[in-house]
């Protein structure tokens, strides 16, 4: 896996230095998410349609090919983790309509971590839906601005604001009918970066879902960083954190994060359980783990010889 993450994590850092045309998708009702949108830094992925199916159990993926937008379907209301780019709302919505749900059952919109490709069009969605926003309390105040001011971007990639209903903290479980979701602090990427994970069921087969938080530090500012100085010890502890974490299925707000798309294939080809693979979320961190001491040790040489 480590080869794939380190292509992964390039591309992720490349893509980011892009900035690309509006998007096609949006009518004139939605100027205000398609003004953000070109601003969005993203690669061509992340507006690119895809099917939407089932994960396992009342887990679907109804997001574009290259952004992870998870739906969590019960009686009582359903849960949608992240809401891509400004602009993303349509093709979402539209996934979700063609499994036979309807958006407007949506009660809960989550959050991973605030930035463009991730909260960019929540807010439409929450017009859309009537859902309310469930977020971390670190994040919600950069949610709130619309991702200006970010520790690592400044004002590079704004969002149309997000205001946060519900404000969660670290090891916090919350329950919609007999749906029951815990939220777990992995900051570094943001400071509010969340994980969040739940079971599904299919029969009396239950297993650990994970949607990992954002993990990388792609060009991110380590050494000396005033804006963000506890950023070091985040990244360690979540690093620990998504390494202990139980996880049966890894979902990601990126899906090359996790080898999603190959383990879909391969699931595709007739492996029907490809899916699972509970070391995932450990290789996963793993990974990102030696990526970041890397870098920090490159810039702590930089800092020293500067000096």
């Known amino acids: 896996m480590k080869l794939s993450v380190r292509i992964f ?14 998007w096609a998708q949006p009518s004139a009702s939605k100027q205000d998410s398609a003004g953000h949108g070109a601003s969005c830094a993203h690669d061509p992925s992340w507006t690119a349609p895809q099917k939407p199916f089932r994960i396992y159990g009342n887990t679907w993926y109804v997001g574009p090919r290259g952004l992870g937008v998870i ?15 400004p602009g993303g709302a349509p093709l979402i919505e539209a996934n979700i309509r063609s499994l036979g749900f309807n958006p407007r059952d949506i009660k809960w919109i989550l959050n991973s971590h605030a930035h463009c490709d991730h909260a960019g069009d929540i807010a439409q969605l929450v017009r859309e839906t009537g ?20 520790p690592q ?27 029951v979701l815990t939220a777990y602090s992995t900051p570094g990427h943001t400071k509010g970066n969340t994980t969040w994970t739940w079971k599904s069921c299919e029969g009396a087969r239950c297993l650990q879902m994970v949607f990992v938080g954002s993990l990388s530090a792609p060009d991110f500012k380590l050494v000396n960083n005033p804006n963000y100085p506890l950023i070091v010890k985040d ?4 690093f620990k954190m998504v390494e202990n974490l139980p996880c049966d299925i890894a979902l990601a707000p990126h899906p090359g994060m996790v080898d999603f798309w190959e383990r879909f294939d391969k699931r595709e080809q007739g492996t029907t359980d490809a899916m699972i693979d509970s070391t995932l979320c450990r290789a996963y961190a793993k990974d990102a783990r030696e990526d970041f001491e890397e870098a920090l040790a490159k810039q702590r040489r930089a800092a020293a010889s500067s000096r």
């Open 131 to 150: 859902a309310q926003v469930i977020a971390s309390a670190a994040d919600s105040p950069l949610l709130a601005r619309g991702g200006l001011d970010d």
């Open 71 to 85: 739906l969590i379907t019960a009686a009582s209301g359903h849960i949608l983790i992240d809401g891509g780019v």
């Open 235 to 238: 990244f360690k502890r979540s």
């Open 9 to 22: 994590l390039t591309a992720i850092f490349v893509s980011s230095l892009m900035a690309l045309s509006p």
């Open 153 to 179: 971007y400044g004002d590079r990639l704004p969002f149309p604001p997000v205001q946060v209903t519900w404000q969660v903290s670290d090891n916090e479980s919350l329950r919609l009918g007999d749906l």
